[in-house]
């Protein structure tokens, strides 16, 4: 679901919800340069990660602009339920997704991603990822 209540709005929900699927593109691909120029780390930033089995991951938030070893695994990623705050330069989003592996496995999530706009691009800062089973 998209709600928009201006062109402003529009714009920005259309500008972030590409930054989120290249986010995502780029993490899978392997591009950690263009995965990179995704995020923006602030003193303030934080990556928190929970697991089906109840563990919690604090992820350092300037891992994300480095290569990982679970980056580059290829796949892709679906966003449903997407849900925009916008106000001003600062938004948050709602979605849920669906990744697929190059093996065939699916793992499911409900994510908030925390976004600022710097020099009138967004920018991820933040995200929380809750991994669960259907």
């Known amino acids: 679901m998209l709600i928009s209540l201006s062109a402003q709005s529009t714009a920005d929900t259309t500008a972030i ?12 691909s ?3 340069k263009a995965h990179a120029a995704c ?5 303030y ?3 928190l990660v929970s697991t089906p089995e109840g563990k919690c991951y ?4 300037k891992s994300m602009l480095q290569s990982s070893e679970s980056m580059g695994q290829g796949g892709h990623a679906a966003m449903s ?8 330069n600062n938004a948050w989003v709602s979605h849920d997704e669906t990744s697929f ?4 496995t699916i793992t499911l999530s409900h994510e908030i991603r925390i976004l600022e ?6 920018k991820l800062v933040g995200q929380s990822i809750h991994v669960y089973r259907p």
Do not use: C, M, N
């Open 45 to 47: 930033s934080r990556i």
């Open 17 to 28: 919800k590409q930054l989120l699927e290249k986010e995502a593109a780029t993490w899978r």
């Open 101 to 104: 592996a190059k093996d065939g």
């Open 58 to 61: 604090d992820v350092p938030p």
């Open 30 to 32: 392997g591009d950690v």
């Open 117 to 122: 706009k710097i020099k009138g691009q967004w």
């Open 81 to 88: 339920h997407v849900l925009f705050s916008i106000h001003g």
């Open 39 to 43: 995020w923006y780390v602030q003193p």
